[in-house]
């Protein structure tokens, strides 16, 4: 397994209203999407060409949505990009880029 092309630690990772971890794992390696709890289990992982990746119309900046196999992840990353050497999670933005760049879908 080679390089994550993406990876954030610390994530708050939910789905409707149910918390499924508040310190998860978000890494896009080898073209695919892997949503992890804080103990490295998987909860979904699938393809990037089949996840959609996308920002919610209301909510804070820290949030962003995948789906992935038929199911909305709500992940609650970092609202600023943490300084380099810092502990925390990216901003949600990254994440959206991130997936489209692996799916071949950006710039």
């Known amino acids: 397994m080679g390089e994550p092309e993406f990876r ?3 994530v708050r990772i939910g ?3 149910r918390s499924l971890t508040r310190a998860g794992q978000v890494r896009i ?5 892997e949503l992890l709890t804080s103990y490295g289990s998987e909860i979904d992982s699938a393809p990037v060409q089949a996840v959609r990746a ?3 119309w209301f909510g804070p ?3 962003a949505t995948a789906d992935l196999n ?3 992840y709500l992940l609650t990353l970092g609202e600023n990009d ?3 050497g810092e502990p925390g999670p990216p901003a949600a933005r990254r994440f959206i880029e991130a ?7 950006g710039d």
Do not use: C, I, N, Y
Not at 29 to 33: A, E, I, K, M, V
Not at 100 to 105: F, K, L, P, S, V
């Open 29 to 33: 390696s080898d073209g695919r999407l």
């Open 15 to 17: 789905k409707r209203l």
């Open 82 to 84: 943490p300084a380099p």
């Open 61 to 63: 900046d820290d949030r």
């Open 99 to 105: 997936v489209r760049r692996a799916a071949g879908r």
């Open 8 to 10: 954030a630690t610390g």
């Open 70 to 72: 038929g199911h909305r």
């Open 54 to 56: 996308s920002k919610p």
